[in-house]
């Protein structure tokens, strides 16, 4: 585990000092990628490698066979799926990502954040709790569903354009249909198949949960 530290580190130092021109205020750093990840950075486009620096304004995005986990501060890991594209958009003590396309699993320790919230582009999902995983669905009309999943703790849905809110509690989840029309929380038995580590030391990270078969869960169901 030394070992590993040490080479994390130098990893870092060596990008810091690579020769793109910028200064990068450093609020975190690639942790684990797999098939093709690349980090929007300004005008450049850089091929994402463990240890690598990400900063607010950065943009991680995964193509079809990509996988990535970040470390956000210390206090927050985000885990990109396969055609994602996460932009950074404030970091720090209170971390705020846009998920622009694809999904993303979030662990956070509200220990040493006092705020995190994964922004979609019609509802913004702010932690109350630890673990939760965000994707985007079907498109219906303008928008597209979103669907929210938490795995430990609470979740607060607000949709942007109606101001509506929810609570999303351990072990539930919900879909935004058309990005604006909340569901009643419930357990989706299609959630018990996401996989929930960012780890590699661990084990798997990778998720390939086909989020297609959550919409079967979806018969008769209400909404607000």
């Known amino acids: 585990m030394k070992a590993t530290f040490g080479i994390t580190v130098l990893?870092?130092?060596?990008?810091?000092?690579?020769?793109?021109g910028q200064v990068l205020a450093v609020d975190g750093n690639v942790v684990y990628t797999y098939?093709?990840?690349?980090?929007?950075?300004?005008?450049?486009?850089?091929?994402?490698?463990?240890?690598?620096?990400v900063g607010k304004g950065d943009v991680v995005e995964t193509a079809r066979d990509?996988?990535?986990?970040?470390?956000l501060v210390d206090g927050a890991e985000v885990k990109l799926r396969e055609n994602t594209t996460l932009s950074l958009d404030s970091l720090g003590k209170s971390v705020s990502v846009r998920l622009s396309?694809?999904?993303?699993?979030?662990?956070?320790?509200?220990?040493?954040i006092s705020g995190f919230s994964v922004k979609t582009e019609t509802a913004v999902m702010g932690v109350r709790g630890t673990e939760f995983f965000v994707a985007y669905g079907r498109k219906i009309d303008s928008y597209r569903d979103v669907w929210v999943c938490v795995n430990t703790g609470s979740v607060e849905v607000a949709i942007l354009e109606t101001r509506d809110t929810l609570i999303v509690e351990e072990g539930k989840g919900i879909n935004i249909v058309g990005g604006t029309n909340l569901s009643?929380?419930?357990?989706?038995?299609?959630?018990?198949?996401?996989?929930?580590?960012?780890d590699p030391a661990v084990g798997n990270v990778e998720d390939r949960t086909d989020l297609e078969q959550a919409y079967s869960d979806l018969l008769d169901q209400d909404y607000d």
């Open 35 to 53: 098939g093709q990840v690349s980090i929007h950075r300004s005008s450049d486009v850089l091929p994402a490698e463990i240890g690598m620096p």
């Open 184 to 198: 009643s929380p419930q357990r989706y038995p299609w959630t018990r198949k996401l996989n929930w580590n960012m």
């Open 101 to 112: 396309s694809g999904s993303v699993f979030s662990r956070v320790n509200r220990r040493l």
């Open 11 to 20: 990893v870092t130092l060596l990008w810091l000092l690579i020769a793109t």
């Open 66 to 71: 990509g996988i990535a986990v970040i470390s």
